[in-house]
C-alpha cells in the first residue's frame, strides 16, 4: 500500500483526497495542513508544517511514496524543484514552469511566441501609460469590453472585466497603485472575446497529455455572471460547447503549439495544465489564461467523472511514463457539478466570525452527492465556517438537469449563518 501526501487546504484538495483513498493501491492519505473536512475523514490524516523541510521530514518519517500538489502558491514558490532535489516523487510542475500562472505577462509572450490562440493584449507598468492606452481604445471603440489583469498570482480575484474608461482607470489604479494582489508591479490589459468560456484540464508529463472532461467554471459572485470575480462559484462538466470542431480546434491550435512550446522552453511536467477558453463568435478556442493546477471548483467536478485510480496516473506521470496508460484511463459518460457555498461578503471583506453548519450528514446520505470542506473547522465534533468559500457540494446524473436537481437538493439540507450561493449553476447547459 501507497501512502500519498496532498499538499493544500481547500475543496479541490479535500476531493483529490477523497478520490485517492478510494484507489487500491493506496494507504493513508495525509493533506497538508488539509481542513475540517479532510480531519473527519476516515483514511486521511491532517499533518501541519512549517516550511519545506520540515515538510521533507514527514514526508520520510510517513514512508509518504508521492506528493501532491494542490495549490499554485507552493508550485510558483519551488516545491516540485525542492522534492526533486531531494529525490521525492512530487505530481507538480516545477517553478520555471509555474510561471505560466504566476506571471500574465509570461504565459502571454509564451502564447504569443509559440503561436497559441488567444485574445490580444498590451503590459504595463506605469499607471500613466495604462491610462493613455485605455483612452485610446475607448475613444476608438464605444461598447468595448477589456479585461485588466495582475501579472501575480491573486486567488483568482485579480481580473477585472471593465467596460467603460472610467472603470478601465479604475481597476488600473487598484491593481498598480494600491496594489490590491500584494506586489503590483505589472498588469494587463487584454482583450474580451465575447462567448463562453470553457475549461479544459490536462494531466500531463511534458510529453503525453491525459485530457479531463470539459467543464464550465462560474467565475462572478452573482447569478446571470455578474458582479467581482472570485476563486469560482460552482462547475459543471462536460461542457457542451466543447465538442466537434472546437475540440478539433483546440488540440491542433491550442494543444499542439502549447506542447511545443513546453518542450522548446524546457519547463514540461509532470502537473496538471489548465486551459481557461474563451470561444470567439466562430467557435474558435482562445487561451484566456493557463493554470499550472487542478482549478477549483472544476476539480471537484470532474473527479466526479473520472472511473479509474487516480495514483496510478499521478505517479506514471511523476515518473515521465504517461504514455504507457493513458490509454486505460476512463472518464464516466453522465455529468457532474459543484456548488461553492461562500459566506455573505466573500470574496470582498467577509471578517473572521464562525459559525456552526448544519446539516452536513442529511445531505451527504442523497444519492450519488458527495461534499467537499474547503473553509472549515471541526472542533469537539461540530464543523464551522472558516474562510469564504465553505463548501463544495457536488452530483452526479446522467444529464446535468439531473445533477442540478440532486445537488439543489442537497443543499436545501445545509445552513450556516450567512451562507450564500448561485442558484444558476449549470443553467447554459439545460
Excluded at 467523472?305 to 505517479?315: A, G
Excluded at 506514471?316 to 504517461?322: I, M, P, V
Excluded at 468559500?389 to 439540507?413: F, H, N, P, Q
Amino acid at each position: 500500500m501507497k501512502n500519498v501526501l496532498i499538499i493544500g487546504s481547500g475543496g479541490r484538495e479535500h476531493a483529490l483526497a477523497d478520490k485517492l483513498k478510494q484507489d487500491r493501491k493506496v494507504g493513508t492519505v495525509f493533506c497538508a495542513p488539509g481542513n475540517g473536512g479532510t480531519k473527519r475523514a476516515s483514511g486521511i490524516e491532517n499533518i501541519d508544517f512549517s516550511g519545506f523541510d520540515d515538510l521533507k521530514r514527514k514526508v520520510q518519517s510517513n514512508a509518504i511514496d508521492l506528493v501532491v500538489v494542490g495549490p499554485e502558491k507552493p508550485l510558483a514558490e519551488g516545491i516540485a524543484d525542492f522534492f526533486e532535489g531531494a529525490g521525492i516523487s512530487c505530481f507538480g510542475f516545477k517553478k520555471s514552469t509555474a510561471r505560466l500562472e504566476s506571471s500574465k505577462n509570461f504565459a502571454d509572450e509564451f502564447k504569443q511566441k509559440y503561436g497559441v490562440q488567444s485574445p490580444s493584449f498590451e503590459s504595463f507598468s506605469v499607471y500613466e501609460e495604462a491610462k493613455h492606452f485605455l483612452e485610446k481604445r475607448f475613444s476608438r471603440s464605444r461598447g468595448t469590453k477589456l479585461w485588466v489583469k495582475a501579472d501575480e498570482l491573486c486567488g483568482g480575484k485579480g481580473v477585472i472585466g471593465v467596460e467603460t474608461l472610467e472603470e478601465g482607470e479604475e481597476a488600473s489604479s487598484t491593481l498598480l497603485e494600491e496594489k490590491e494582489c500584494g506586489v503590483g508591479e505589472k498588469i494587463i490589459i487584454q482583450e474580451d472575446v465575447p462567448g463562453e468560456e470553457i475549461t479544459v484540464q490536462a494531466l500531463t508529463d511534458g510529453d503525453s497529455f491525459v485530457l479531463t472532461p470539459s467543464s464550465q467554471d462560474h467565475k462572478q459572485l452573482y447569478e446571470g455572471g455578474v458582479g467581482p470575480n472570485t476563486g469560482g462559484m460552482g462547475a459543471y462538466a462536460p461542457a457542451p460547447a466543447f465538442s466537434g470542431q472546437v475540440e478539433k480546434n483546440f488540440r491542433n491550435e491550442v494543444l499542439l503549439p502549447t506542447s511545443k512550446g513546453l518542450q522548446e522552453e524546457g519547463l514540461g511536467g509532470p502537473g496538471v495544465l489548465y486551459f481557461g477558453l474563451g470561444l470567439s463568435e466562430t467557435g474558435n478556442p482562445k487561451v484566456l489564461e493557463y493554470n499550472v493546477r487542478f482549478g477549483d471548483p472544476e476539480a471537484q467536478t470532474v473527479l466526479r467523472l473520472l472511473d479509474s485510480d487516480l495514483y496510478p496516473i499521478l505517479k506514471a506521470a511523476s515518473e515521465n511514463r504517461l504514455s504507457e496508460i493513458k490509454g486505460e484511463v476512463d472518464w464516466q459518460e453522465r455529468a457532474a457539478i459543484c456548488v461553492i457555498l461562500s459566506v455573505d461578503g466573500y470574496p470582498r471583506d467577509y471578517g473572521d466570525e464562525v459559525y456552526p453548519i448544519e446539516g452536513l450528514k442529511m445531505a451527504g446520505k442523497l444519492p450519488e452527492v458527495r461534499i467537499y470542506h474547503s473553509g472549515t473547522a471541526v472542533e469537539d465534533g461540530t464543523v464551522y465556517t472558516n474562510g469564504g468559500r465553505i463548501l463544495s457540494v457536488t452530483a452526479v446524473g446522467d444529464s446535468v438537469r439531473e445533477a442540478r436537481r440532486k445537488v439543489y437538493r442537497a443543499i436545501d439540507e445545509i445552513h450556516f449563518e450567512g451562507m450564500y450561493y448561485r442558484k444558476d449553476i449549470g443553467s447554459k447547459a439545460v
